[in-house]
C-alpha cells in the first residue's frame, strides 16, 4: 500500500510516483484539474471562470462544435486515403502503359531487379 504523507494542513495524502512519460503525466494532470474542480463545484467554491468553463461544455453549440471536428477528421482521412489510392493507381497505369509498350514490339528499359 502507498504510503502516505501528512502535510501543514493535517491531511494525508497518498504518495505519488513520477512519471517520466509526457502524455501520462499531461493525462495525470488533466485529471487532478478535473478533481480540484469538481470538488471547488461541490462545496460552492468554485471561481467563475470554472463555472463558466463547465456551463459551456454543456451547450448545444460545445456539442456541434465537436461534432464537427469529429467530422473534419473523418475528411481528412477520407482525403489521405483518396491521395494514397491515387498514387496507387499512377503507379498501376504506369506498369500497364509499360506493358502495352513490350507487347506492341517497342523497346522497354525496366529499371527493376533485372539488370542484365
Given amino acids: 500500500m502507498a504510503a502516505r504523507r501528512t502535510s501543514e494542513s493535517g491531511e494525508s495524502r497518498p504518495r505519488r510516483r513520477v512519471i517520466d512519460d509526457p502524455e501520462a503525466r499531461e493525462n495525470m494532470m488533466i485529471e487532478l484539474s478535473m478533481s480540484c474542480a469538481e470538488k471547488q463545484l ?5 471561481s467563475s471562470q470554472v463555472i463558466v468553463h463547465f456551463l459551456k461544455l454543456g451547450t448545444k453549440k460545445a456539442e456541434m ?3 464537427k471536428l469529429a ?3 473523418e475528411l481528412m482521412r477520407a482525403k489521405t486515403e483518396q491521395i494514397e ?3 496507387k493507381n499512377g503507379e498501376l497505369y504506369a506498369k500497364a502503359i509499360a506493358a502495352m509498350g513490350v507487347y506492341s514490339g517497342k523497346q522497354v528499359q525496366i529499371d527493376d531487379e533485372e539488370d542484365v
Fill in 42 to 46: 461541490r462545496e460552492g467554491k468554485a
Fill in 65 to 67: 462544435e465537436l461534432e
Fill in 71 to 73: 467530422m473534419e477528421k
Fill in 85 to 87: 489510392a491515387e498514387k
